[in-house]
Structures are given as structure tokens and as C-alpha cells.
């Protein structure tokens, strides 16, 4: 015999592991109604295993069987009502954080469109100061001209000559 094709336990001729075959089969040795010997590879150790405790749902559910631990039907409905305000908390903590965060967003939005409204005015502020620079310019090189169109004015619209006193030469 192979010793590493066999398990633990096949060392000794232990008679659960002889069966009574119900039919032929075509293997060597095997007739129906004789018995027969069955070899067991073992792909990992024994385990005896024990039904502990069934629970509805993953870690969160009402426990529908334990082995240990017994409640009354006044526990399981303390325990159920317990859970249902638990949830309609969380729910009613996840709509408020939503609705935080919608408000964020909206006033983050709103800041940005305040910033744009002030950047396009100072723009514009911008150039509205490089026309009134340019204007002064031009009317510095005009300068000259405007005295005696000044005195054309008055004389225009006035209709008389203007005083020597009310030049803008003489008052500056």
C-alpha cells in the first residue's frame, strides 16, 4: 500500500469503511451484495462541524435559530424595534448629509458665479480706465487747440467776447 494515497484513519482496517455494494459495478473485485472496501483521499484535516447560529441577512438580521442563547418573544421585539429606529436614523442622517451636501454644492456655485460677475466688472473697469487714459492723451495732444476753442465756445454761445478774467489759463 501507498501510504500518501491513503488517510490517517485507513492505517487500520476499520470496518466503517466497508460498504455492501447495492449493484455491479465495472471496477475489479466488486460484485453486488458483497462487500467492499472504500479508500478516502483526504484533501484537508477532519472537521466535525456544528450549526451555531442562523441569522437573516449578513450581520445584520434577525436571528432566526442560535444553540446557546434562547430570547423571549419580549426580547425579540425589543430587539426588532431597537433595529427599526436604528435604520430610520441612519436614513433620516443620510438625507440630512445629502441635503448638506446639495447646499454645498449650490453655494459653491453660487460663489464661483459672484467671482466671474466681479472678474468681467473689473474688466470692464479695466477698460473703461485704458479709453479714459487714451482719451487723455489725445486731449493733451489737443491741448493747445482746446484754449482758443474754449473762447470759439463762449463766444458761440454766449454771443460776446470773454473777459480776459474768466480764462481757465488765467485761473489755473
Not at 485507513?10 to 451484495?33: F, M
Not at 447646499?103 to 473697469?125: A, D, S, V, Y
Not at 491741448?143 to 465756445?153: C, F, K, N, S
Amino acid at each position: 500500500m501507498k501510504s500518501n494515497m491513503l488517510s490517517e484513519s485507513e492505517y487500520e482496517d476499520d470496518p466503517s469503511s466497508h460498504v455492501v455494494l447495492p449493484q455491479t459495478l465495472t471496477s475489479r473485485g466488486n460484485i453486488a451484495g458483497r462487500q467492499s472496501g472504500i479508500r478516502v483521499h483526504e484533501l484537508g484535516p477532519r472537521l466535525t462541524l456544528q450549526l451555531m447560529k442562523v441569522e437573516d441577512g449578513l450581520m445584520n438580521g434577525d436571528v432566526l435559530f442560535h444553540e446557546l442563547i434562547q430570547k423571549t418573544d419580549e426580547e425579540k421585539l425589543f430587539i426588532k424595534k431597537k433595529r427599526e429606529e436604528k435604520s430610520k436614523l441612519k436614513e433620516k442622517r443620510k438625507k440630512a448629509q445629502e441635503e448638506n451636501t446639495k447646499k454645498k454644492l449650490h453655494m459653491k456655485e453660487e460663489q464661483k458665479q459672484k467671482t466671474l460677475k466681479g472678474m468681467k466688472r473689473k474688466n470692464n473697469e479695466l477698460e473703461a480706465d485704458v479709453m479714459m487714459k487714451k482719451a487723455v492723451l489725445e486731449s493733451n495732444q489737443t491741448g493747445a487747440q482746446e484754449d482758443d476753442d474754449d473762447a470759439a465756445w463762449y463766444r458761440q454761445e454766449v454771443g460776446e467776447e470773454p473777459d480776459t478774467g474768466t480764462s481757465l489759463k488765467e485761473t489755473q
